[in-house]
């Protein structure tokens, strides 16, 4: 157990509908990044929060969206779904949000599988 | 932007036997970090290795070592000894160490390693 925490484990929705997938940091973690992992994009960077904060934005998609709760969790809201969006969330977490310390060190959480048929 | 290439889709390695990962990487930065992250069937994300650009001394972790090479920026894994458990997909890392760009993760495609009893 990594001490992130992802719900739900799986799941299964239909094209055009919304879903949110939740993210409880590893404790003491103040930082909380997503990740979408397909076959055809790999492993990528969607978006990053720090203490509430939206700190960094990669490739995430206008349709989807997130936010960092005052007890640190984190939700992303994915909506008017399509089928290239199934793929597997990965939540993770981190102590800060720099990158300028080695020990910052991004830990994972087991991911969320969602398939949109 | 910074770039992660792994070379090897797949690899194979007998049980005891060792093992070297490629990734090379791409950045006009002096200052960054670079990672081995392991995932095993369980789709869990874990850290294996970490590495400081600014550090001479390759990393080490029991059976894992790293070969870092700066100029030719080249990080390789060494795994000693494999054992069943070692079979995963392997994936290189980079992250800034610009304090600016947050602690973002580039991934590289991923190498499959397959261990044979």
């Known amino acids: 157990d990594s001490g992130v925490t992802q719900t739900p484990k799986h799941l299964i929705t239909a094209t055009g509908q919304r879903v949110t997938l939740r993210c409880s ?39 989807f969206s997130a936010q960092q709760f005052p007890d640190l969790h984190s939700e992303l809201n994915l909506s008017s779904l399509e089928l290239g969006d199934s793929a597997l969330y990965f939540c993770a977490s981190s102590p800060t949000q720099g990158s300028n310390s080695g020990a910052n060190v991004l830990t994972f959480g087991a991911g969320s599988r969602l398939t949109v048929l | 932007a910074q770039t992660v290439t792994q070379s090897q889709p797949e690899m194979s390695v007998q049980e005891a036997e060792t093992v070297t990962l490629s990734c ?28 400081e650009a600014y550090k001479q001394q390759n990393a080490t972790e029991n059976r894992f070592s790293v070969n870092f090479q700066k100029a030719a920026k080249s990080f390789s894994l060494k795994i000693s000894d494999s054992q069943l458990g070692d079979a995963a997909m392997y994936f290189c890392a980079y992250r800034s160490g610009g304090e600016t760009s947050g602690s973002r993760l580039t991934f590289g495609e991923g190498t499959q390693l397959t261990v044979n009893p």
């Open chain 1, 25 to 63: 940091p590893r404790s003491g973690d103040l930082s909380v990044y997503w990740y979408q992992q397909s076959l055809d994009q790999g492993l990528q960077f969607l978006i990053q929060y720090y203490n509430g904060e939206e700190r960094a934005k990669g490739n995430i998609l206008e349709r």
């Open chain 2, 24 to 51: 090379t990487y791409d950045t006009s930065e002096s200052d960054y970090y670079l990672f081995w992250y392991k995932q095993p069937p369980s789709r869990q994300m874990i850290l294996v290795i970490r590495q």
